[in-house]
């Protein structure tokens, strides 16, 4: 009982994580209520942008990433973590509402042959679990954008030169895949720039740097 009650004064920071059990039941109810009567987002330059079932590969890395990147924020530095989450939860909640607000989604997908090749079949797995609504702003692209945010503010990850790389490599290739796939339109990775912007000073803002060195210099 006193193993247990350590582990949870240790570990109480996990309440956050609960935003879980409102993202997830509004993003199942758009899913099966936006089926029609919403606006349809497609550019010209959506139709220059080939399909490339390879990218099946970043996009789905995408839940490693993000998760993983959380993970290592909630067992190593919880300021870290709070940041990540804050960030992160405000943007997702500003899509889902919205997508509430204004139902959107596109018609880019394509026909996929599931017997092409492996990526093709996750591709074609991915669209039957997957809906073609609610796709504005990318929560895809917001949150890689997030993500690497976190880790180039993090002390302990900005010293590794090839863990900042790789970040960014992945969040590239994720925020590329959102398009190559037909997941998304460019107009959802323009929504989430500007998202990401918008947000950034709220939590990653200077002010908050210097309490920080303040704090470090008082000890």
């Not at 956050?16 to 029609?36: D, G, H, M, N």
């Not at 969040?171 to 950034?200: E, F, N, P, R, W």
Request: hydrophobic residues 45%.
């Amino acid at each position: 009982m006193e193993q247990l009650r350590t582990f949870v004064k240790k570990y109480k920071h996990a309440w956050i994580l609960s935003y879980a059990f409102i993202y997830l039941p509004w993003f199942l109810y758009l899913e099966k209520t936006v089926t029609r009567d919403y606006y349809v987002l497609h550019t010209r330059l959506d139709d220059m942008i080939p399909f490339n079932e390879y990218f099946i590969i970043p996009y789905l890395l995408w839940f490693a990433y993000v998760a993983g990147t959380i993970l290592f924020f909630f067992f190593t530095n919880k300021q870290d973590y709070y940041r990540l989450c804050a960030y992160l939860f405000t943007g997702m909640t500003i899509s889902l509402l919205i997508c509430t607000i204004f139902p959107n989604g596109t018609d880019l997908r394509t026909l996929v042959d599931p017997d092409k090749n492996f990526c093709s079949k996750l591709v074609f797995y991915l669209h039957a679990a997957d809906t073609s609504t609610n796709i504005f702003p990318s929560i895809h692209v917001f949150n890689s954008i997030g993500v690497h945010i976190a880790v180039m503010h993090s002390e302990s990850l900005r010293k590794k030169r090839w863990v900042c790389n790789a970040s960014f490599i992945l969040m590239i290739a994720i925020c590329m895949a959102t398009v190559v796939l037909k997941q998304h339109s460019v107009v959802d990775v323009a929504g989430s720039l500007v998202m990401a912007y918008l947000l950034y000073p709220f939590v990653y803002s200077p002010a908050y740097q210097r309490q920080k060195v303040a704090r470090k210099a008082l000890g």
